[in-house]
């Protein structure tokens, strides 16, 4: 059972940085996902960036502020965010995609102020 541990959270100003990391606890092959989706209050938990080999993916609200990249040796995902606007306010999940099935961290909370 692999797990995922997020790191990186807090409070920063709107127009700040933040960097997400997220380490997991088995190997993950580098042709299954990984990325960070994010859920803020009242709402459902979306897509903020993906990597699969490759291939990243983000959400159009992220682009050009959000960087996603990941070290397959050692297992790692990061997310780093740029130019943070109030609207990013969310909880965090790191994400992993092993054998068709979804494995989730617990969370971290990031909170931007305007």
């Known amino acids: 059972q692999v797990q995922l541990v997020e790191s990186g959270g807090g409070l920063v100003q709107a127009g700040g940085s933040l960097r997400l990391s997220c380490a997991a606890s088995g190997s993950i092959r580098s042709t299954s996902p990984m990325g960070w989706y994010r859920q803020a209050p009242g709402k459902k938990r979306e897509m903020v960036a993906t990597?699969?080999?490759?291939?990243?993916n983000y959400r159009d609200s992220v682009k050009g502020r959000f960087t996603i990249s990941r070290d397959n040796a050692k297992n790692t995902v990061s997310l780093q965010m740029d130019s943070l606007k109030p609207e990013d306010t969310a909880v965090y999940y790191c994400y992993a995609g092993i054998n068709f099935n979804p494995y989730w961290g617990q969370g971290t909370q990031v909170t931007v102020s305007s």
């Open positions: 990597i699969t080999g490759d291939y990243k």
